[in-house]
Structures are given as C-alpha cells and as structure tokens.
C-alpha cells in the first residue's frame, strides 16, 4: 500500500499537516475542514485511545470520537473497530458443543436470519 508524501512513518499525520492550507480531497484530504481521516490498519496507540475513550464516555455517538479523543478516523471506523476486535466480552473462536447445538436448533426455527438470532441470544457471537 503506498503512502502518501503528507503521512509521517506511522501514518499519523502532524497537526501542521492537517491544518496546512494545501491539504485538499486530491493529496489525501477530505474536503471538511481540512481534516484527513487515516485509513487502512489501526495501530495498538490508536486502540488503546479508543478503548480509553469508550472506558470514559460509553459506547455511541461514535463520530463524536474524532472530536474528543484525537483519533483521526471516522465514526463509522470506530465503531466497527469496537464491535469486532476491541469489546470486552467478544468471543472468538469456536463454538462449544451447547452453543452450535443451540444454533441448529434457532436455524430450524428462524431460518437464515443471522442478526434475529444473534439478538435473541445475547451471550453467542454469530455476526
């Protein structure tokens, strides 16, 4: 993945970079405001401030992140950092016996509605 000339070499820019008046949607800006969301990887820096942020302020409101926290990505790509790699109580990894059994058993009743029964059982991890 190439990078752009206004990236520094962990891909975080300076606060003299985003405020510089040259930054526009053609080198890497956004167009609002002058400010450039990062994209591509997160860092183990950028996951601890958002789990921090999260600890202080709760999940939701997450283009309010940006503001408040100094991460330079957009709600959308908090969130889903959140959801699936950061939360506390995401399970990963195989289903024990009870939990696929239970699977079968809500996919014999509902079908192929993932999220409906995903919902009805809190604790098993299926999206």
């Known amino acids: ?6 990236e520094s070499e962990d891909g975080v820019l300076s606060k003299d970079q985003i405020e510089s008046p040259l930054m526009d949607e053609s080198n890497g800006g956004t167009g609002n405001g002058g400010i450039v969301l990062k994209k591509g990887p997160w860092t183990s820096a950028e996951d601890a401030i958002l789990v921090e942020y999260v600890k202080k302020h709760g999940e939701g409101n997450w283009n309010a992140v940006q503001k408040h926290s100094g991460l330079f990505r957009c709600g959308k790509s908090c969130r889903l950092r959140w ?7 995401l399970k990963k990894g195989a289903f024990t016996p009870e939990e696929e059994h239970l699977i079968v058993e809500l996919h014999a009743k509902m079908g192929n509605k993932w999220a409906r029964m995903a919902a009805h059982e809190k604790n098993l991890c299926l999206l």
């Open 83 to 89: 959801a699936n790699h950061l939360r506390p109580n």
């Open 1 to 6: 993945m190439s990078r752009t000339t206004n």
